[in-house]
């Protein structure tokens, strides 16, 4: 009886259809998600070294980094990582392809461990 329903389900079942998407949804999209992840990056960063999102000890420790946040310190320099790992200068994002863009999106952990690292060497391990 299973065997006999089993074989009507099997006739009856239909198959999802992929869905063209357009080269520039796809590359908003995947651009959309690295901006994101990228955020939850940083905040895991700041996590792991015990360290507050307003405080000021990353740009104290960090040249060029001025009066910045944690926060936003550490944003920067994931960017960086990201622009050295495409090779790409600041202000080159808008024109990344999304094969780039998801090479960067999959190598964010890597770039923001290393980060991480960099900067818990700075503040001499105090507070990794």
């Known amino acids: 009886?299973?065997?006999?329903?089993?074989?009507?389900?099997?006739?009856?079942?239909?198959?999802?259809?992929?869905?063209?998407?357009?080269?520039?949804?796809?590359?908003?999209?995947?651009?959309?998600?690295?901006?994101?992840?990228?955020?939850?990056?940083?905040?895991?960063?700041l996590k792991d070294l015990v360290l507050s999102f307003a405080g000021r000890e990353v740009a104290r420790v960090v040249p060029k980094m001025?009066?910045?946040?944690?926060?936003?310190?550490?944003?920067?320099?994931?960017?960086?990582e990201i622009n050295d790992l495409l090779d790409i200068k600041a202000g080159q994002r808008n024109e990344l392809t999304a094969a780039q863009t998801e090479a960067a999106f999959n190598q964010l952990d890597s770039l923001g461990d290393k980060v991480r690292d960099t900067i818990a060497a700075k503040l001499g391990g105090k507070n990794a």
């Open 66 to 80: 001025g009066a910045l946040s944690n926060r936003n310190a550490v944003t920067q320099l994931v960017h960086r």
């Open 1 to 45: 009886m299973r065997k006999r329903l089993k074989d009507a389900q099997s006739e009856h079942e239909q198959k999802p259809e992929t869905i063209p998407v357009s080269p520039q949804r796809r590359r908003r999209t995947t651009r959309k998600r690295l901006s994101e992840r990228t955020n939850s990056v940083v905040a895991r960063i």
